[in-house]
């Protein structure tokens, strides 16, 4: 009997269980007919549409290195504001080599991955090793020049916008003055022979600043770019020392010349040339090769598509009435000097 009600009142224990649904049959896969997608991507990648890079597979320079080596140059070049907290007289050296060798191995890595897409040869892995070191090599030389010219541009920064309270602030939350320090790194190697890298880089500091920089331009000192979003300059622009531009600034192309084939040639000279104490305020547009004099001011959303000598002002009412032709006057302060602000 004793064992009967343990029976019943098991029974009855699992009767007052709240119910479970029984378990659900899984799907049956769905029918992709994956075979003949990946067979007709492999015809694509292989024979249809062949893009591979002298048909090679090979890997590319990795985004999350380069950011990372680029971090260390900055830590390097500025260890006061972008290094580790802590540091003395004693250990700054200290930390600046250590930091310098490690973002140094990092790069010269990625020059190696790189090169295959930066050079015409296709050379063996120990010559693409080779070249990528000497490269970095000489990229590590020219660090204390391009620290000076930063610190010229940091000092145009300061100097330039009222609004600026400290060094300390331009070098940490001014987005022109990060784009150029990325430009400035970007533009060694470009010189160096590791143009893809340096586009890698431009590219960076694009997703960070909205300011686009091609590696290829050549900047002089003390260049100030004020809030910065949307700022284009072009691979082949010439721009020369105290140059200032404001947002959304283009120096851009005019027209691409092409060949007998209809394909545009590469290379050519077709950005504008900037020349020193140059004020472009926020939208202006200039195009082709054409040469801002010295002293010049272009005022705010100015198209412009002809040469103007120096001293010259600018503005958006000029080019309208003139059509472009040109009806110019001149300025006789610096317009770095001058009371008008870009919006």
């Known amino acids: 009997m004793a064992a009967k009600n343990v029976e019943l009142g098991g029974v009855d224990r699992i009767a007052r269980q709240p119910d479970r649904a029984p378990p659900r049959a899984e799907p049956s896969p769905p029918r992709w007919n994956l075979d003949a997608v990946v ?8 024979v249809s549409h062949n893009i591979r890079h002298r048909g090679r597979l090979r890997p590319p320079p990795s985004r999350e290195a380069i950011v990372a080596a680029l971090q260390g140059f900055a830590a390097a070049l500025f260890p006061a504001h972008y290094g580790q907290p802590g540091l003395t007289a004693e250990t700054i050296d200290y930390f600046v080599g250590a930091t310098l060798n490690d973002a140094l191995t990092g790069l010269s890595e990625q020059v190696k991955r790189s090169l295959p897409f930066s050079i015409q040869e296709d050379l063996s892995e120990e010559e693409f090793e080779r070249q990528a070191v000497e490269i970095t090599r000489d990229f590590a030389a020219r660090l204390p020049a391009i620290r000076g010219l930063l610190v010229s541009d940091l000092r145009a920064a300061y100097d330039g916008d009222p609004a600026a309270t400290s060094y300390s602030e331009v070098l940490l939350v001014y987005p022109g003055l990060t784009a150029v320090i990325h430009y400035r790194l970007a533009h060694a190697l470009h010189e160096l022979g590791a143009s893809f890298l340096a586009r890698l880089i431009s590219d960076i500091a694009h997703s960070r600043t909205g300011i686009d920089i091609h590696p290829g331009a050549t900047i002089g000192g003390s260049f100030f770019i004020d809030h910065g979003t949307g700022v284009v300059i072009g691979e082949t622009a010439e721009i020369g020392e105290r140059v200032r531009l404001y947002q959304a600034v283009t120096l851009g192309a005019r027209s691409f010349p092409a060949d007998e ?8 000279a077709r950005h504008p040339i900037i020349e ?9 547009t200039v195009l082709g090769r054409v ?4 002293g010049s001011s272009i005022g705010g959303n100015v198209w412009l598509t002809h040469s103007v000598p120096p001293g010259s002002h600018i503005t958006q ?3 309208r009435s003139s059509s472009g032709a040109g009806a110019i006057s001149p300025v006789p302060e610096r317009p770095g000097l001058s009371s008008e602000r870009g919006a």
């Open 261 to 268: 084939r209809g394909a545009l040639i590469k290379g050519k």
């Open 39 to 46: 067979a007709g991507l492999k015809l694509s990648r292989d």
């Open 291 to 294: 040469t801002i004099g010295r």
């Open 276 to 284: 020193d104490d140059v004020v472009i305020y926020a939208g202006a």
């Open 317 to 319: 009412a000029q080019t």
